[in-house]
């Protein structure tokens, strides 16, 4: 089966930075993506990782260690926007399965 | 214009209805996906198709039936509502590229509320 498992909440200061973890357990892993949600509206892709490394867009890096089946997405200068739900997803299955993990609701605080 | 349209977006109906909910993609991918997210937030895979074709059903009750008259469409119908059926159904797209990148293109949702 697959699991991702992720921290269920995490609080940080607005300018501050704030790294969210996520673990899994995918057959057939591809790569790691990360999606954004705000409440009430739709996962938005953020970035995504095949190989080991940090990949970095603008303030937000995606970190994936496939060795560790560990990954994470570190926010710098935390702006108010910025809360919202924080999901990792494995690609697998050839391609044409994304899975979601459990989820990290991201409060920045003034 | 919009990528991923799904409709409707607010769906209120009584147990044991029939209900259809629509999604459409103009994006030109070949993959099409239903999530159901629940009030805790879990987004979990229902289905997935490639061209028309079903390829992923995670273990849905068989009252969920897709329908994918062209690759550019995938509704669901769901048959006997229950309450348990209450969520927010979400339509999604994709295409791989060589990475295995299958960035997910997600419609606005459809939240249903089974009374």
């Known amino acids: 089966g697959q699991s991702l498992e992720q921290p269920s909440e995490v609080t940080a200061v607005e300018g501050a930075i704030v790294q969210i973890n996520c673990t899994y357990q995918?057959?057939?892993?591809?790569?790691l993506s990360w999606y954004q949600q705000h409440d009430g509206g739709a996962p938005t892709f953020l970035s995504y990782?095949?190989?080991?490394g940090l990949e970095e867009t603008g303030r937000f890096s995606s970190f994936l260690s496939r060795s560790d089946s560990y990954g994470y997405l570190l926010l710098q200068e935390l702006q108010m926007k910025d809360s919202a739900s924080y999901f990792c997803?494995?690609?697998?299955?050839?391609?044409?399965?994304?899975?979601f993990g459990t989820g990290t609701k991201l409060q920045v605080i003034p | 214009d919009t990528a991923v349209s799904q409709t409707p977006k607010y769906l209120v109906t009584q147990m044991g209805n029939d209900k259809s909910i629509k999604c459409e993609q103009n994006l030109g991918h070949d993959t099409m996906y239903w999530y159901k997210q629940d009030s805790k937030k879990f987004l979990k895979i229902m289905f997935s198709?490639?061209?028309?074709?079903?390829?992923i059903n995670e273990t849905v009750p068989n009252r969920f039936s897709p329908k994918s008259p062209d690759k550019a469409h995938l509704n669901l119908h769901i048959n006997s509502l229950e309450l348990g059926d209450s969520a927010v159904y979400f339509c999604?797209?994709?295409?791989?590229?060589?990475?295995?990148?299958?960035?997910?293109?997600f419609g606005q949702g459809t939240r249903l509320t089974v009374v």
């Open positions: 997803a494995s690609n697998s299955g050839g391609y044409q399965k994304v899975t």
């Open positions: 995918t057959s057939g892993f591809y790569g």
């Open positions: 198709y490639n061209n028309k074709e079903l390829i």
């Open positions: 990782n095949a190989l080991d």
């Open positions: 999604a797209s994709s295409q791989a590229d060589r990475a295995g990148n299958t960035e997910a293109f």
